[in-house]
Every structure is written in C-alpha cells, then in structure tokens.
C-alpha cells in the first residue's frame, strides 16, 4: 500500500508533475544542449551540471507518478469535536509533565522541527479521532507505550502548504 494522500495532497502533486513536466524538462533539456554545444565533454562541467539536473527532475517525476499510483485517497474531514487531519492538537505528556501543540497531517506533510506529525506516527494514530479530555495510549513499534491526555483541538480548515520534497 502506497502514502495516504487527501485529494488536496493529490492536486499539489498534479500541480508538481505538471510544473516539472512542462517548465523544468524544457529548461534542463536546453541547458544540456547549450553545454553540449561548448566543445569537449571530457572537461565540460556545465554539461556534466546540466546532465545531472536534468536527471534528478526525471527521477522526482518518476518519484511523484509512482506516489500517485500507489496512493490511498483518505478524507480530510472530521467531526468538529474529533481530532482530525490539518487540526491543531495540545496534547499534555503526562510522563514529561510537558504539554505540546500538533498539527495533523498526511506522511508527505510531516515536518517535526515545526510539529506538524503524520496521521501514520504511532502519536497521529492515537490521536486521530479522540475528543478534548480523552486520554490516549500511545503504542511504539518496540512495545513500549505511554500515555497523553488531549486538552484542545483548534481546527486550522485547509492550508496551503507545499509537498515535501525528498
């Protein structure tokens, strides 16, 4: 099974495809004929440059189709009570003693340096569909668990943020 997308995941990606496709091929393709042109390419940095740009571009739009093909549609809507994809979570740890805020997303959004957890994380898996006061298990790949209480959930509606490239 491939990422879970939303439909707005899935238009991002189109939009990406479409832009590396339409505008980046033309461009990488002409900077490869231009460095070509300058003579021997035995010591022609600019041609090996170009080559090798023009070749990443195919491997991300290789990259994004695969992604498109194997992807599983999900719904980004949730109960206005629920925590739900593109939510804003504060979540107390109660081990820690610490409270945090989330932001609930798609694997291809995840960032942690700016919160923003994956609905597959074992913390988005726990979270995901649970009401301000519950207390949830967070269950790790080794076993191990904890628990986190939720004490709010601010619903955040669609925002427009950027696929993550890898």
Do not use: C, W
Not at 111 to 140: C, F, T, W, Y
């Amino acid at each position: 099974m491939g990422e879970k997308l939303t439909k707005r995941d899935v238009e991002k990606i189109e939009q990406e495809l479409d832009h590396r496709k339409n505008v980046v091929r033309r461009e990488a393709i002409a900077a490869v004929q231009e460095a070509r042109a300058q003579g021997d390419l035995s010591e022609n940095f600019e041609y090996y440059a170009a080559k090798q740009h023009k070749n990443q571009n195919e491997s991300r739009i290789r990259y994004l189709e695969n992604m498109l093909k194997n992807a599983t549609i999900i719904s980004d809507h949730s109960k206005d009570d629920e925590v739900g994809l593109d939510d804003l979570v504060e979540v107390y740890f109660e081990d820690e003693d610490i409270t945090e805020t989330y932001k609930l997303v798609t694997s291809i959004r995840g960032d942690s340096l700016e919160n923003r957890i994956s609905i597959e994380s074992p913390l988005g898996k726990a979270m995901r569909g649970h009401r301000v006061g519950d207390q949830v298990e967070v269950k790790l790949e080794n076993g191990a668990s904890f628990f986190v209480e939720i004490k709010g959930i601010t619903k955040t509606g669609e925002e427009d943020e950027a696929i993550r490239s890898f």
